[in-house]
């Protein structure tokens, strides 16, 4: 069973920073990608980023660059996503979602989500 | 990296066909077969139910379909239940190793 388990949820002050992890399962960490996905209140999905957890390698969207960094520790196969300089629009669920197939672009299996809420 | 294109919402009676649209660019639909869609009901982390244009995953019914033409993939499903009430995204693999969304369709039974 592929499971992904998300960090709870955190409220941050604008200009603050967030960490998230997303703890895998089985062979996830070491053989498939792991993607960032948000979505806002009452809003659609939004792609940040992509994570090889295998040798740290990762893209991210230009909207995020600068701002995002994912990273990995493989002896808690955890994969996690900072995002700072935090506003009020970076409310959102944050899911983590597996890659399979071609570069990961099979985005398969999802975590249940962060509520993560800026306000001052 | 715009997002993708969907109508707002469609809608249809049970057991009719409907079929969402999603309209990308030649950097994205146009250039690769690497369109998916997921479904998401409220409260709910999306479900992946079609990949690389036209292919289901194992477990989902086969009342959903997927193609593509030129810029444009398309997702229909078949025989609407109520179930099938829910969001819909599609997303497509976009030059420069980046993922786009597209803004979601709601889909409702009458």
């Known amino acids: 069973q592929v499971l992904l388990v998300q960090s709870g949820a955190d409220v941050e002050k604008p200009g603050a920073s967030v960490k998230l992890s997303c703890k895998t399962s089985?062979?996830?960490?070491?053989?498939?990608?792991i993607h960032w996905v948000r979505q806002g209140p009452g809003q659609g999905l939004e792609w940040l980023g992509i994570i090889d957890p295998n040798d740290g390698t990762t893209t991210y969207a230009q909207k995020f660059q600068g701002r995002v960094t994912m990273t990995g520790d493989t002896s808690t196969k955890t994969v996690y996503m900072e995002l700072n300089s935090l506003r009020s629009d970076d409310t959102a669920v944050y899911y983590c979602?597996?890659?399979?197939?071609?570069?990961?672009?099979?985005?398969?299996?999802w975590g249940q989500g962060t509520l993560v809420t800026v306000s001052s | 990296q715009s997002a993708l294109t969907q109508p707002a919402s469609v809608s249809g009676s049970p057991g009719q066909s409907i079929t969402i649209s999603c309209t990308g660019t030649?950097?994205?639909?146009?250039?690769?077969?690497?369109v998916s869609w997921f479904q998401q009901h409220p409260g709910k982390a999306p479900k992946f139910i079609m990949y690389?244009?036209?292919y289901r995953p194992s477990g989902v019914s086969d009342r959903f379909s997927g193609s593509k033409s030129g810029n444009t993939a398309s997702l229909t499903i078949s025989g609407l239940q109520t179930d099938d009430e829910a969001d819909y995204y599609c997303s497509s693999y976009s030059t420069g190793d980046t993922v786009v969304f597209g803004g979601g369709t709601k889909v409702t039974v009458l």
């Open positions: 690389e244009v036209s």
């Open positions: 979602a597996r890659g399979s197939g071609w570069i990961g672009t099979r985005v398969d299996y």
């Open positions: 030649n950097s994205d639909i146009g250039s690769y077969d690497f």
């Open positions: 089985g062979d996830t960490f070491a053989s498939y990608f």
